[in-house]
């Protein structure tokens, strides 16, 4: 378990220039780079040969559309102002549901997220709609947890009283930045009385956790405005904040090409940001959970760390016990078994195999004992920054030492950098190393030296 009372993430400036290299995010191992032939048959005996087949399942709902285009976005998305787009897609969405419906039998869900693009994009009407074909389609409990990504821009008090009305008791706002130089040279103009309206009335309306996402490494973004966005954060209390780092990839992300190079900061002012906003929620009482991630003391995510029980998904950080998640949507990511699939990238693959009664899968893959393994050495380090040697022969008979002798020797260099303490009996991650986290888990990632490390954001 994680030490409660030294949470707290130490920095050094001279170690985060050596380990900033490129590598995965771990939210699923292997990462979506070893995905391939994988068909509906191999779904169907993934959900048959489960072994959480008496568990609740986790639902997720891609709505990939958004109305105006954020300029640093490597979202799988659709931008239009035309709604006849999504209406289609919501129909192909009821008709993924109701072919994945009898595979699934009664199994409840305890945990529904929808993401994007902008779900909020949907009209009122829309998304009680898409609500009451999951309801359909599966046994929705009344108690669980049920959370949807949120455009402050998109909505006002009616539509929050809605959302609430419908069924989500959790929600995540997208903010990146509160400076107006940042938001014009990003085009995503939110003011931050547009966006504390619309979180008072989500406490109002008895919402249970806000969530909001920032980005560092924004074009314009300084120590200074970053300082006065967070200071305006602290303001809203969000239970949990996410701070990504902006990764630009104009190659791969159109998008991006509208950002200028020479308007974002530099390596070192990028890191001098980054150190403010570690710095700046610590002291304000928020717990780093890992990677983006920081929790209040009394949130979900933090107990959960401290309780041994946290987990990692697409969604990322989770409190949702290990068990099947389910996505439908274009490019919606499913974890059934010990296997991963994704649905086809783009609307028009996703109708034609729907309208031919088949579930529009692309590629996947099925886990083999050595990716089970490792799986869950990463997440171990992920969730609890702690490795224990009798847990893992515990869990599959295997010595660690043995078995991963060349990985060990590997973290040497780790070790003398002060990042990790490794005895003969566990492997701990230090303050200074929980920041290097990415790092420490690539160690025991087999496929990287097969893979593309330059499609993975860096690493810090």
């Known amino acids: 378990m994680v030490d409660i009372d030294n949470p707290e993430v130490a920095i050094d400036a001279d170690l985060i220039r050596r380990y900033n290299v490129n590598g995965p995010r771990y939210t699923s191992y292997p990462t979506a780079l070893q995905f391939g032939d994988f068909t509906a048959d191999d779904f169907k005996h993934a959900v048959k040969s489960s072994s959480n087949r008496d568990r609740d399942l986790s639902v997720y709902c891609h709505l990939p559309f958004c109305a105006t285009l954020c300029y ?8 239009t102002r035309k709604r006849e787009p999504a209406a289609e897609y919501l129909t192909l969405l009821q008709k993924e549901l109701e072919l994945a419906q009898p595979l699934f039998e009664s199994r409840a869900v305890s945990q529904l997220h929808w993401g994007g693009g902008t779900p909020t994009f949907f009209t009122d009407s829309q998304i009680q709609s898409l609500m009451r074909s999951i309801n359909d389609a599966f046994h929705v ?20 009283r809605h959302l609430r009305e419908c069924g989500f008791n959790r929600l995540s706002f997208g903010i990146q930045d509160f400076d107006s130089t940042v938001q014009r040279a990003v085009n995503r103009v939110q003011s931050f009385a547009q966006t504390r309206d619309v979180i008072d009335a989500a406490r109002y309306y008895g919402f249970q956790s806000i969530s909001v996402d920032l980005i560092y490494g924004l074009p314009h973004q300084s120590c200074e405005s970053m300082r006065r966005t967070l200071e305006l954060i602290s303001q809203l209390a969000p239970d949990r904040i996410s701070i990504y780092n902006y ?26 940001i980054l150190k403010l906003c570690i710095e700046k929620l610590i002291a304000s009482d928020y717990v780093y959970i890992g990677m983006d991630h920081f929790a209040k003391p ?14 990692r998904n697409f969604q990322g950080y989770s409190t949702f016990a290990d068990c099947d998640l389910v996505a439908f949507g274009i490019t919606g990511i499913s974890h059934v078994g010990n296997s991963y ?46 490795l224990s040697f009798a847990e893992i022969q515990a869990q599959f008979g295997i010595d660690f030492a043995d078995n991963f002798a060349c990985e060990l020797e590997r973290l040497r260099p780790m070790v003398a950098d002060e990042l990790l303490d ?32 330059t499609r993975f954001s860096q690493a810090i």
């Open 341 to 386: 699939s994704q649905n086809v990238r783009d609307v028009a693959s996703y109708r034609a195999l729907l309208e031919q009664g088949c579930l529009p899968l692309e590629k996947g893959i099925v886990l083999d004992r050595d990716d089970l393994v490792r799986k869950w050495v990463i997440k171990s380090l992920l969730c609890q920054f702690r």
């Open 141 to 160: 409990r009344s108690e669980g947890e049920f959370s949807i990504e949120i455009d402050p821009r998109t909505v006002d008090t009616d539509r929050i």
């Open 247 to 272: 990764a630009h990839l104009p190659e791969r992300f159109s998008p991006q090409q509208r950002i200028l190079v020479s308007d974002l900061p530099s390596p070192d002012g990028k890191l001098d």
């Open 422 to 453: 490794l005895t003969s009996s566990e492997l701990i991650v230090t303050r200074k190393g929980r920041l290097f986290i990415r790092n420490i888990c690539m160690v025991f990632d087999r496929y990287l030296g097969t893979g593309e490390t």
């Open 72 to 79: 640093y976005c490597a979202c799988n998305k659709i931008v």
């Open 298 to 311: 009394s949130d979900e995510l933090a107990i959960a760390q401290r309780q041994g029980t946290l987990q």
